[in-house]
Structures are given as C-alpha cells and as structure tokens.
C-alpha cells in the first residue's frame, strides 16, 4: 500500500511528467552530485545552474545566475487562496481556491518535462521540538534543492516522521520556462500546501520559507494560538554574563541581518544570533513567550555587506562545514573567480563580469550586482551562533521590538505603555523607501509588524490574535519601537547605527529589569538623554536630544495618514486599536 505520500508525490509525477524522480536523502554525498548535475546538466537561458567559485578564498562556494526576468519575490503574482475573499483581506490577492489550481494545473501539465523532479523531506524547526512542522517540497532544479538543504533541516528521517499521515505540509514547485506571463505563487492555507510555478527565486521558490514559514504559518497560529513572524531573535549577554532574549521585526533595508548579528561597541556585551528572518512564537508551560527559528540558514542581500557593516556575515561566508554556499547574481571578478558586490570589503576588480555574466563597464554607472542580489549560507558557519540555537523549547523572549525607516518623527527608541498599546504601534509602524527598489525615494509604506507581505489572512484578524495572544500570557514582553535613521535638517543620520545600536539595546534590556530611567511622551516612553550609555562615542548632548525628542505638533500629518491606513481595513478593525488611536489623537491634535 503507497503511503499519503508517496501517493502525493505520484499524482504530481503523473501532472508534470518529469523524466525521473530522485527523493532527497539530504546527504553531504547528494549534495555534491546536485552541484554537479548543476554544474554539468541542468541549463538556465542555455547557461549552467552553477559555477564553482575560487575554493581557496571561497570555501564551498558557488555563483548561481538567475533568468534576467527572474531576480526579486512577485507579490502582484502571489495569491492566498481561502474559500472566501474576506478571510484573505484587504492585505492579500485572492483566488477561488478551485479556479487557482484548474489555472495551475493547465500551466503544470507536462512541465517537468525532461527534467528531474526532486522530493524534498525537510523539517522546519530542530525535529525534537514539539512547535516543527514535517514538510515535503517538490521541485525541478538543483538550485532550489540546493538552497533548501541550506535552509532546513533536510533528511529522509522526516519521511519516516510522516509516516501514514496526510497532513504534513506539501510544497509543489516548477520554474516551468521561466516566463513571468505564466508565474503564479499560490497557497492555499487550509491544505497546508503552496503551488508555485515560474519562478527560481528565494521567496518564490523555497516554499518553507516566507510561503509556509509566514504565510500558512501565521494562519496554522491564528487557529492555534501562536504567532509566525517576520523577526530577528537575538540574545543580548550583559557583562555580568546573563542573556536576554529579545526579537524584531523591520521591513527590508532596515538592516535586520545587521542587527541579528551584530558585533557590541559596548565592552562586555555580546550579541548571540538565533535567526534573522523568522519567529515562531509559542506560549510555553509557564506563561512565557517562547522563540524558535524553524530555519537553519541565511538567506540574505549582498550588496552592502562587509567587514565594516556586518563582519560576523563575511566570516560566516567565508565559514567552512558540509553545507555549500550560495552566490546569486553578484557580480564576478573573472581573474579571481571571486564573487564580488556594492560595498564589499575590497574594490571591483579591473575585469568583472555584471550579475549577468555580460563584461560589467564601471562607467555605464550600472551596478555590477543586482541590487537584490543574495547569498544563501548556513547558520552553523556564524562566530555569533547562540548555544540555545538548537535548543527545541525555543528561548524565552523578554522584548518584543518594530523597527522602520523614518528621516523624522520617531525617537531612536520608545517603550509601549502596555502590550496593547504595543501592538498599535505594530500596527503604524513603515518604513520609507530607499533607493534599492525602483520606487520613489522617502515615500512612506505602512507595513505592520513587518508582516504586509506575509500575513495569509485578514490583518485586521491577525491584530486581533496578536491582542488575544497578550491577554493568553503571564507575562507578556515589553513592547518597543526602534528608528536608527533618523536625520537632521541636512539629511545626515543623528545616529550612527551598526555596532553602536546595542546602547539602544542596553537601554532596552534595563528597562525590562527596571534598571533605565525614561520620560512619559504621549507616544510612550523616551530615555531622556543621561538614560542611554554614551561612553567610548562621540555624539553631542544636541544631536541625543533631537534623536530622543517628540513633538507633538509633527505629528498631526502623521495622524491623520496611520488613521486612513486603519480605516483600509474596514469593520474587522479591532475597537481595542482604534482606541489607542483615539489616546493618540486626544494628546497630539
Ligand atoms: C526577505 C524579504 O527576502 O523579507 O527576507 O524579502
Ligand atoms: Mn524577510
């Protein structure tokens, strides 16, 4: 008798009709052949799969070319297919679930076609703790298998896990010819299961990522009483030695990986890096919040990183263990054969390829990396891995932190009243645009909790869960926002970030043991300028101040603009919010 899944994987064989089926058994062996069959078999656009970098400078690294079409998630084309279009919200696109996969069935007859179709067992979460998840995604290119062994923890161990049951989580993949006329990344969260079709990319194509891992995740927890989220956790150790766990969730180009891994200024006190994409938070036995990464591996954007931004990401990628290293549409220094990107440790080399292969002129003033360039690498390669890493009950988190990039308004740090009030600021929190993306510079995108692209239901519900989950626990964490940008009146940063944040997170962690002073503002708590350390930096009293300061009076604009984007969201709004708006509101207008 063929297993559920066995009888699953045959049904999608018999639909896309690969020339033959390879099950993963996420052995160091299969990994080296999956390299080689991209190396020497699989093509993309008539180019291989993979190219072997210098393996000196370079260990276990490898360049991968995505198709041109091919470089960024598509969230025009990602869909949350529930039964009705309410449940989907106003946050999400949405498909009637059976239209969606009589569409995608026609794009994926036949489409693994002279290719292999790869089954991937994979666990998100360490196998012993009760909050992981037994997943299987099938793919058809060595890339997307590759990048899975790196992110998860992938081992024919989970077939076993599985067993006879049918409601393990099912990922369906093909980039089918690339042609973004016929991409579709679709979910349906009931089924536990995520259709995706002609695309290569990270968010499109690792389906335990940010499709199961956040967007049926976040579902699974609304239904189940635990949060998925877009969030770094971090330990911060004091000098004393003690850790306090803490997670953040920042929209991109806030520097998130920086932070989760981030080397103190302070003496004495370190960072201790459990993940910097995903939370998954559960309340434990003792009415504590609990944090686990369910992912094993960095999937990150190159350009920008460096020794001076982040030198715990250069030595991870330089890091050697079984796991390879991916490079995505960096540039390359052909007489070298060493990856390369914008803001790198060392300058372009006088021969460099762009993230095309194509000869890359400096002049054309073209980048030589795609701006969305990425690395993929393992997690056990970081100097800054914490010990509770692989630890199943998660770590207990104390503060709960929303980042944004904001030029004005909002003070380097403030602490929420209560965990309701903090969940409104969840709710306001954005980011303004950088010039990374191909959209207007510094305009302001409301992007709660991190979670806009992610969230697989109604929003308006998921304020809700996360005002629910407070009142569920003994002791919630502190609530606090963090804005590391902003300017002066000639748009240079008051603050200098990087190294320098964990004064900001010293504060926080003293609040949390009521060792930091602060002052009452209406938008919560500010330090006053003798709260934060500023010993071994040089910033002026003048420049503290601005950077620390509330002025009710700019507020009004921003008033009114948090209020249409709540409105956006209809009668599901919860009353609790709207009433913190209204405190809000009363004080400042
Ligand atoms: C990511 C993202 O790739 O948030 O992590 O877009
Ligand atoms: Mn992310």
Redesign the pocket.
Known sequence: MPTPLEKWVHQQAELTKPDRIHWCDGSEEEARWLMKVGMEQEKINGSPVFYLLNQNTWPHAYLHRSHPTDVARTEHLTYVCHPDKETAGPNNNWMEPEKAKKMLTNLSNGCMRGRIMYVLPYMMGHPDSPFAKACVQITDISYVAVSMRIMTRMSKKVIKKIGNRDDFVKGLHSVGDFNPEKRFIMHFPDEHFVWSIGSGYG?NALLGK?CFSLRIASWLGYNESWLAE?MVIMGIEDPEGNITYVTAAMP?ACG?TNLAMMESALPGYRVWTIGD??AWLNIGPDGNLYAINPEIGF?GVAPGTSSKTNPNMVKTLKGQNFYPTLFTNTALNIQTNEPWWEGFDVPAGDNMADWQGKAWVPSSNKPAAHPNSRFTVSIYNTPTLSREFDNPKGVPISAIIFGGRRSKLLPLVVEAFSWQHGVFIGTRSGSETTAAADHQVGVLRRDPM?MLP?CGYNMADYFRHWLRMGSKMKNPPKIFSVNWFRTDEDGNFLWPGFGENIRVLKWIIDRINNRAGGRETPIGIVPRPEDIETSGIDISKEKLEKLLSVDTREWKDEIQDIKKFLDSFGRKMPSEILAEYQKLYNQCV
């Open positions: 968010g940010k877009h991109s998130k994409d995903i999937f991190a992610f």
